[in-house]
């Protein structure tokens, strides 16, 4: 299972417009993957009320993961938009 841990890069964490934003970004990114708060239970990243429900904060430590085989560069792509705080999928890495 590939995993990458990053810290929250929007101020208001993962809520309203950043979830939107990340939700968009997971769904198109073409493998499953889930989100975590820090070593909490993992949901389903594509689903906007799971990752609302998460409650991450601005700083906090959330774990993305997934079991596809070509997993890495999707979840490169969305730590990063996760990291800095992006307005959109970054495209390139």
């Known amino acids: 299972m590939a995993e990458r841990r990053v810290n929250v890069g929007w ?7 950043p979830a939107s934003i990340f939700v968009r970004a997971a ?19 594509a689903s906007m009320l799971a990752v609302l ?4 904060q601005g700083g906090e430590e959330i774990v993305l ?21 992006l307005e959109e999928l970054p495209e390139t890495v």
């Open 11 to 17: 101020a208001e964490g993962l809520h309203a417009r």
């Open 27 to 45: 769904t198109a990114a073409g493998v499953p993957v889930t989100i975590a708060k820090g070593d909490g239970q993992p949901v389903n990243a």
């Open 65 to 85: 993961a997934s079991e596809a085989a070509d997993a890495d560069v999707a979840l490169d792509r969305l730590a990063k938009l996760v990291a800095e705080g």
């Open 53 to 56: 429900g998460l409650g991450a």
